[in-house]
């Protein structure tokens, strides 16, 4: 998704602010998929998932769809 929308609005930004651009974007990736991603983590480390994780799991995934 994130390199579809560089590619999309790239060429609004001054190619010297392309690698700049791009870094940002990847930087934003990052941070917004560290929480879930960590959650997932911990949640496959567990013993078994409670009704709330179970629903957290579903919502995040399955919702949309």
Known sequence: ???GELQ?????FPPEY???VKELSASL???LLHFPIEKLKSLR???GLND?????LRRL???GF
């Open 1 to 3: 998704i994130r390199l």
């Open 8 to 12: 999309h609005y790239i060429s609004q």
């Open 18 to 20: 392309h690698p700049l």
């Open 29 to 31: 990736v990052k941070k």
């Open 45 to 47: 480390d567990q013993k």
């Open 52 to 56: 709330t994780e179970i629903a957290f």
């Open 61 to 63: 995934f399955l919702d």
